[in-house]
T-cell receptor
Framework: DGGITQSPKYLFRKEGQNVTLSCEQNLNHDAMYWYRQDPGQGLRLIYY???????QKGDIAEGYSVSREKKESFPLTVTSAQKNPTAFYLC???????????FGPGTRLTVT | GQQVMQIPQYQHVQEGEDFTTYCNSS?????IQWYKQRPGGHPVFLIQLVKSGEVKKQKRLTFQFGEAKKNSSLHITATQTTDVGTYFCLSGAGSYQLTFGKGTKLSVIP
């Protein structure tokens, strides 16, 4: 079964803790993206990666970090520096940057 | 990223009525993509428009890209309850599709 997986679906953390969200794809896509979605809002780009070992900041990168050590994997770390981390996080991939994006099911993060 | 305005933010229609959402940019776009997100779900790709003045149809859905490549629309004819969800445009500049519109949330009253 080809696609993108994100785990876990729901995640709860205490304020001040770093948390890493998983994103894995077996579509052999070069480009991967992380978005944040708040209730009633559109998707805002956090980071994107066009190729292994390379990534660029999106519009709201502050308080987040990523790595792209393998083509299949693009984990996102929400650090304690992120002021409002509670949100729905979506990972996506595309064959090349600019092509249609395939989204994972998302992780709903709640920080209290 | 560049800014793209999407309107309206919400639309409530009676089943069978038509629905249109618009995306407008102040700058010329290289292309535009449209996505649909069902309640509680994730965005799903619908279509990509690349050429000036392009019109594409998918059953009851009609997508248009403006002549100046600064605006786009998605029109649904005779809405059904299965059309419920939020429709997003994703504008492209150069090689990257990085700016989503805020979306139009469609409610269909049976």
């Amino acid at each position: 079964d080809g696609g993108i997986t994100q785990s876990p679906k729901y995640l709860f953390r205490k304020e001040g803790q770093n948390v890493t969200l998983s994103c894995e794809q077996n579509l052999n896509h070069d480009a991967m993206y992380w978005y944040r979605q708040d209730p009633g809002q559109g998707l805002r780009l956090i980071y994107y990666s066009q190729i292994v070992n390379d990534f660029q900041k999106g519009d709201i990168a502050e308080g987040y970090s990523v790595s792209r050590e393998k083509k299949e994997s693009f984990p996102l770390t929400v650090t304690s520096a992120q002021k409002n981390p509670t949100a729905f996080y979506l990972c996506a991939s595309s064959s090349l940057a600019g092509d249609e994006q395939y989204f994972g099911p998302g992780t709903r993060l709640t920080v209290t | 990223g560049q800014q793209v305005m999407q309107i309206p933010q919400y639309q409530h229609v009676q089943e069978g009525e038509d629905f249109t959402t618009y995306c407008n940019s102040s700058t010329t776009l290289s292309n535009i993509q449209w996505y649909k997100q069902r309640p509680g779900g994730h965005p799903v790709f619908l279509i990509q428009l690349v050429k000036s003045g392009e019109v594409k149809k998918q059953k009851r859905l009609t997508f248009q890209f403006g002549e100046a490549k600064k605006n786009s629309s998605l029109h649904i004819t005779a809405t059904q309850t299965t059309d419920v969800g939020t429709y997003f445009c994703l504008s492209g500049a150069g090689s990257y599709q990085l700016t989503f519109g805020k979306g139009t949330k469609l409610s269909v009253i049976p």
